[in-house]
């Protein structure tokens, strides 16, 4: 499974891609609003460090808005992927984008049936957002399940980004799904690398060998 970076934070993007562990990054309007400077320098910059598809999305509402858009931020880098909200304006962005050969990532999903039309839009990516299902008492890895097994029984070649991630959970059941992408806030990633007995471990073999040998390697 592919982990992208759900942020516009350089400091954070750097840093994980560093590790070599990242594989795209996902912005939307509300992570870019939080970060200081041009949003096309950002999103350049971005680019730049992941060397994978980096999500930027767009502000209009209606198709024609969404598709010159689109194009615009399109221009920026190679690697840029258009985020288009789902809705009928949407998914008609979608198909007029990727007749151009624009990457389209169809945000903002959250039932089978709106995967379903993404994908028959020709989608690259969709992103169901697990979290905020989760937070009004829905099971958003269900979702992520079903649309697993649509896009399985027909082939669709849409990419399933696990979006709204809360917890170190929703990457492992996003994974254990086979969900191709999860997209993960950096205190997520963070935690993924926790564990108390990883931390005594190290700390123990430390001790035995300067215990045994005298001093610190
Ligand atoms: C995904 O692409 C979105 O940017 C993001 O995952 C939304 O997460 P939130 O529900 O925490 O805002």
Redesign the pocket.
Known sequence: MKLFL?TGNIRDIEAYCAIGIIDGV???P??MAREEGDPRAITKRICEIVRGPV?AEVLATDAEGMIREGRDLAAIDPHVVI?VPFGKAGVQACKALREDGIGVNV?LVFTPAQALLAAKAGASFV?P?V??LDDVATDGMELVAQIVEIYENYGYQTEI?V????HPMHVVQAARLGAHIC?C?AAVIEALFKHPLTDVGIERFLRDWAAAKGARP
């Open positions: 759900d996902t912005t939307n509300s992570l999500s985020k945000t992103s957002f979290g905020r980004i979006a709204s991630v809360r997209t806030p």
